[in-house]
């Protein structure tokens, strides 16, 4: 490749990066005027009530098989996107649990029927305040309405503090569903205990790996890139109140005085 070609191939990146850039932007000032218009803010979701003694958050990394020797220690928790291949392994220590299904925005994240039956599970936390514009979101939505759940958007509080956690590009959402669904305990429920299983950072792989999944390799990098482990480090240590559990394969956590790793 000549100079003149490596040079024009730069460019063109370039203006690709500012286009992406540019739609994002353009797109989230239209979500933050219709959302300010016409989105009535989410009232605290009526499943769970606050000030529980103990509450639990189920993850899908490979240390969520230590769970049926902690699950006697909590009877409320969230379920963490797809979980039909893992009920296989774990399923039965979620038995008599009251269980909400906390989601990404995809297709791939619901369960199959009879896991929403088994776990006797009525309602869904949606990952954003509004589908505004978002036709993937609204899919799901629809989906699962389908058949017979509750579905809840996000109450706004949970964005505030995004931009200082995330950058920019996560002003209108979470990088990822499990560190929201931590938020969500923390700043919604306020648990005295939290127990957080399954969360190991792609240091360890899934518990269960799907086809559809990105690499490890690009899911480690995107941890990298958001800084997630120092970020939900922070985010634990602003939350000092709550004793949290948290029962990983990752090595290397900071210490923290709230804080105790299994």
């Known amino acids: 490749m000549t100079a003149d070609s490596k040079t024009k191939q730069k460019r063109t990146s370039g203006f690709k990066r500012f286009r992406k850039a540019a739609n994002a932007y353009r797109k989230d000032c239209l979500s933050s005027w219709y959302e300010s218009i016409f989105v009535q803010d989410e009232q605290v979701p009526p499943y769970f009530c606050e000030g529980l003694e103990s509450f639990g958050i189920l993850l899908k990394g490979r240390s969520l098989e230590q769970l049926p020797r902690f699950d006697g220690q909590f009877e409320d928790c969230f379920v963490v996107n797809n979980f039909d291949e893992e009920m296989r392994l ?54 699962y309405r389908s058949l017979g759940l509750n579905v809840h958007f996000l109450p706004r509080k949970l964005l505030e503090s995004n931009r200082r956690d995330f950058g920019r590009e996560y002003l209108k959402k979470y990088p990822n569903t499990g560190v929201l669904a931590i938020i969500y305990a923390l700043e919604i ?11 190991d950072f792609y240091q360890s792989d899934y518990l269960v790996r799907r086809p559809h999944q990105n690499p490890i390799n690009l899911q480690r990098e995107k941890i990298r890139r958001t800084n997630l482990v120092e970020v939900t480090a922070n985010i634990f240590r602003r939350y000092s109140a709550t004793k949290v559990n948290m029962v990983s394969y990752y090595k290397g956590f900071p210490e923290i005085e709230n804080v105790r790793t299994l």
């Open 90 to 143: 774990v399923g039965d220590s979620l038995a008599g649990k009251r269980c909400v299904h906390v989601v990404n925005r995809l297709m791939t994240a619901p369960l199959q029927p009879c896991n929403y039956e088994r776990l006797n599970i009525k309602d869904v936390q949606l990952p954003k305040v509004s589908a505004f514009a978002d036709k993937r979101l609204y899919r799901s939505i629809q989906h």
């Open 189 to 199: 429920l306020r648990p005295r205990e939290l127990w957080v299983i399954g969360l």
